[in-house]
């Protein structure tokens, strides 16, 4: 297992453009999270799953982001009709309730630019 | 609502030095609290958890709960901890950890 995965590494998009992120996790993690990183800033809580019930949504979340993990393996980020302030970098990071509490594993994550 | 606060966002030493980074949390109730490793290039990985009073690479930290601090600590610093350290805290029960905005560490030679 190489770790966590996501992909497009890189996505540079027009305003407007719908954009989606894919993020695998460890194979045997059932929880799986998105944050979001700007510049100087630590990683900002989006969305929580267990499985493929999405458990928790940060009121800050736009409702132009919509996440998905169908059948609770991989979880997709999409992004609707873009604007420049989604610039960031978008962390995926799972963790399972079997193991160390509390330690996420993260991805390299997904920089998107929106010119 | 839970908070964590990092005053510094950079911190510069030299190799040999005692190294500090300083973690406040704000939470009304009994916090978990870890620290977390971003090395140039790599992937934000868990340090250390306060649950486990364990020394990683070192470095240690404890929890105050009457100052409401985790600093983070190492006696003799090496090049090799250059790197961004992230403070973050789960209430007790939530899966969710709140990340500070990071620390910047620089270690010269």
């Known amino acids: 297992d190489t770790g966590v995965s996501q992909n497009p590494r890189h996505k540079i998009t027009k305003r407007g453009q719908n954009v989606t992120f894919r993020c695998d996790p460890i194979s045997e993690h059932n929880r799986l999270y998105w944050y979001r990183q700007t510049l100087g800033q630590g990683p900002e809580f989006l969305t929580y799953?267990?499985?493929?019930?999405?458990?928790?949504k940060s009121r800050l979340l736009s409702d132009r982001f919509s996440a998905e993990r169908p059948k609770g393996s991989f979880s997709t980020l999409e992004i609707q009709r873009t604007e420049q302030g989604d610039s960031a970098m978008y962390l995926c990071?799972?963790?399972?309730?079997?193991?160390?509490?509390?330690?996420?594993?993260f991805g390299e994550g997904s920089r998107l630019t929106v010119l | 609502a839970q908070r964590v606060t990092q005053p510094e966002k950079l911190l510069s030493v030299f190799k040999g030095a005692p190294v500090e980074l300083k973690c406040n949390y704000s939470y009304s109730g009994s916090p978990e609290l870890f620290w977390y490793v971003q090395y140039s290039r790599q992937r934000l990985q868990l340090l250390l958890r306060?649950?486990s009073r364990e020394s990683i690479k070192g470095f240690t930290a404890d929890l105050n709960k009457g100052e409401t601090s985790f600093h983070l600590k190492k006696p003799f610093a090496q090049e090799e901890d250059s790197a961004m350290y992230y403070c973050a805290l789960s209430g007790r029960g939530s899966y969710i950890p709140t990340f500070g905005r990071g620390t910047s560490l620089i270690v010269h030679p």
């Open positions: 306060h649950i």
């Open positions: 799953f267990q499985n493929e019930a999405q458990l928790e």
């Open positions: 990071a799972s963790s399972s309730d079997r193991g160390r509490g509390g330690e996420l594993f």
